[in-house]
């Protein structure tokens, strides 16, 4: 069992930052895959970015690239997204998962693929 705990969300103004942080309870973060997500009221779960156990591979949808960048420190079990330039329209609940990747370099970008999930963090993005 991998339990994710997400942080840093808030209400923002049009342009500003935020880092999103999720912290997993296992000593053997390392071995796991790890995705963001997100979910704007009345819309589906969005997949957003992934990166993978070494953290050498990352995925992003098209609408966020060179905005938000996802990391993670395998020291500190801990995954990031950075977003930048943020704008009304990432409001949304934002969702840290897991799994168990077998190698190194691979990501997952289907929520079925993850079997650990995190209760969210809120961003709010005022115009």
């Known amino acids: 069992q991998v339990q994710l705990v997400e942080s840093g969300g808030g209400l923002v103004q049009a342009g500003d930052s935020l880092r999103l942080s999720c912290a997993a309870s296992?000593?053997?973060?390392?071995?796991?895959?790890m995705g963001w997500f997100r979910q704007a009221p009345g819309k589906e779960r969005e997949f957003v970015a992934a990166?993978?156990?070494?953290?050498?591979?990352?995925y992003y949808i098209d609408s966020v690239k060179g905005r938000f960048t996802i990391s993670r420190d395998n020291v500190s079990n801990t995954v990031y997204l950075q977003i930048n330039s943020l704008n009304p329209e990432d409001t949304a609940k934002y969702f840290c998962?897991?799994?168990?990747?077998?190698?190194?370099?691979?990501?997952?970008?289907?929520?079925?693929?993850?079997?650990?999930w995190g209760q969210g963090t809120q961003v709010t993005v005022s115009s």
């Open positions: 998962a897991a799994r168990e990747a077998l190698y190194a370099s691979i990501w997952y970008s289907k929520a079925k693929d993850y079997d650990y």
């Open positions: 990166i993978s156990r070494s953290g050498r591979n990352a």
């Open positions: 296992r000593r053997t973060f390392s071995s796991y895959a």
